[in-house]
């Protein structure tokens, strides 16, 4: 049995915890450990069967009985902590981004390899169904050489304006999955990003810094063309689509629904909306993340988005932020 700790308590470290508890076999969670440890905290832990909760996440890592830490804190700690978590010996998985700084992500991936311990970052979307499926078909040659990749993202609604000063921007808080779903799916690396953004959605995410709609253009070592397109509100639901057209044909993805019924009256036809938002629509993505973490452990197999799955997304999103700040194409070859 892998006996597992969760650095942070917040949405994402109860989602993982739930999926663990859930739906993973072989494995069980000892402690969890958050910042502001309230009474809630521990009743929702207790719940899950968590016996442990600490304020201290030093106790997750000095405890010689947990084989393996989730790092599902604030985003500036997970880089310091996965190195310390590699130090002690622990797999680690962590949520993305590693890091904002590259040379930092680099540290963390040197003390994995030293410390010959497990490492998977956590892009959740590489295990959804409808993503899985067009990667087979990609795998599978059906769809020929791959031409144009398209991976449209819309949210249901803008985040705070608290949360946007302090997020890095759309393309790290974002788009970034949608960097590494052009990776996942094209099977190539990109080496050109040109990047156009507006505020187009709420004023205050200008006067922010940052913007809330984009299209990017990325151009792959294949001689394959992704396009991204972004909105931070999409008034019908949670917009998740991708295609990939190729020399031999095309394979693409609608948005998950409640259901398939279709209503047709004289007034229309009418059919569900999108999902609303990433919890119901990724949910049991994030649960099979979970269960490949674990059996990488176990059967000791690399884990399936590695330290340099993690670290790619991050510079095509430096290279996308220099390209709309510059109004050019940026070479990843500029800021790697």
Same mark, same amino acid.
């Given at each position: ?47 899950? +069967?968590? %016996? =442990? ?10 405890? @010689?009985? /947990? &084989?393996? *830490?989730? $790092? ?71 769809? +020929?050489? %791959? =031409? ?10 803008? @985040?705070? /304006? &608290?949360? *946007?000063? $302090? ?170």
């Amino acid at each position: 049995m892998i006996k597992i700790g969760i650095i942070g308590a917040g949405r994402i470290g109860r989602v993982h915890a739930e999926s663990l508890s859930k739906y993973v076999q072989g494995a069980e969670i000892k402690a969890i450990s958050d910042v502001k440890v309230s009474d809630e905290l521990k009743s929702w832990a207790a719940s899950k +069967g968590i %016996p =442990h909760v600490y304020t201290d996440y030093q106790k997750i890592l000095q405890d @010689p009985e /947990i &084989d393996a *830490v989730l $790092v599902c804190s604030s985003t500036n700690t997970h880089a310091p902590i996965s190195i310390e978590a590699a130090r002690a010996g622990k797999h680690i998985f962590c949520e993305k981004p590693i890091d904002s700084d590259v040379e930092r992500i680099k540290q963390v991936l040197a003390e994995v390899e030293k410390a010959g311990v497990k490492f998977q970052v956590g892009f959740n979307r590489r295990f959804d169904h409808n993503f899985k499926a067009i990667k087979e078909r990609v795998v599978s040659g059906d769809i +020929g050489e %791959p =031409h144009i990749i398209r991976v449209t993202s819309r949210d249901p609604d803008a @985040p705070p /304006i &608290d949360y *946007v000063k $302090v997020s890095g921007g759309m393309f790290f808080d974002m788009t970034i999955h949608d960097f590494d779903m052009i990776r996942y799916l094209s099977g190539s690396e990109v080496t050109e990003v040109y990047a156009s953004g507006a505020v187009l959605v709420d004023p205050e995410i200008g006067r922010a810094g940052d913007i809330d709609t984009a299209v990017i253009t990325l151009k792959l070592a294949n001689g394959a063309i992704g396009v991204i397109d972004n909105s931070r509100k999409a008034v019908y639901g949670y917009d998740q689509r991708a295609e990939v057209f190729g020399s031999k044909g095309a394979v693409q993805t609608r948005n998950d629904t409640d259901s398939t019924a279709v209503y047709s009256c004289e007034r229309g036809v009418i059919a569900e909306k999108p999902k609303y938002f990433f919890l119901e629509r990724y949910m049991q993505s994030f649960a099979d993340e979970m269960q490949c973490f674990i059996a990488s452990i176990v059967n000791d197999t690399p884990t399936a988005v590695n330290g340099n799955d993690g670290l790619q997304p991050v510079l095509i999103a430096i290279a996308a932020k220099r390209s709309l700040d510059e109004g050019r194409p940026v070479k990843l070859s500029e800021v790697a």
